[in-house]
């Protein structure tokens, strides 16, 4: 199945593309997590998740387990497609400087 390239500048800058990319390596990531693996503190990961929540890319969930508090998060459908499409547009930019003749 291909995938449509399509540059997303919601998912580019750097921060959020590591959080996407965190996030489409499983179907759902604990919150600390996250934070670990992207060095990131709470407000700065919380914030990251709002924006890719009210964009329809991912999903949070808030539950007890083991009386604290736990938040998770998950690509949603759009969010996996978004991803794949920019990573396929990248893919494409280095593809296409790869082929370009070297000035000379």
């Known amino acids: 199945m291909s995938v449509e390239p ?13 959080l996407v990319a965190a996030l489409a ?3 759902w990531a604990d919150f600390a997590f996250l934070k670990d693996r992207l ?9 990251q998740l709002a924006t890719l929540e009210k964009a ?4 949070t969930e808030r539950r007890l387990d083991d ?10 459908d759009v969010g996996r497609s978004a991803f794949a499409g920019h990573i396929a547009a990248l ?10 003749p070297a000035d000379t």
């Open 6 to 18: 399509r540059f997303d500048e919601l998912i580019h800058p750097s921060t959020r593309l590591s």
């Open 25 to 27: 390596a499983a179907d």
């Open 39 to 47: 060095a990131m503190s709470d407000s700065a990961l919380s914030k």
């Open 56 to 59: 329809g890319y991912a999903q």
């Open 67 to 76: 009386g604290r508090h736990r938040v998770r998060a998950r690509l949603t």
């Open 91 to 100: 893919n494409e930019i280095v593809a296409d400087v790869r082929q370009a």
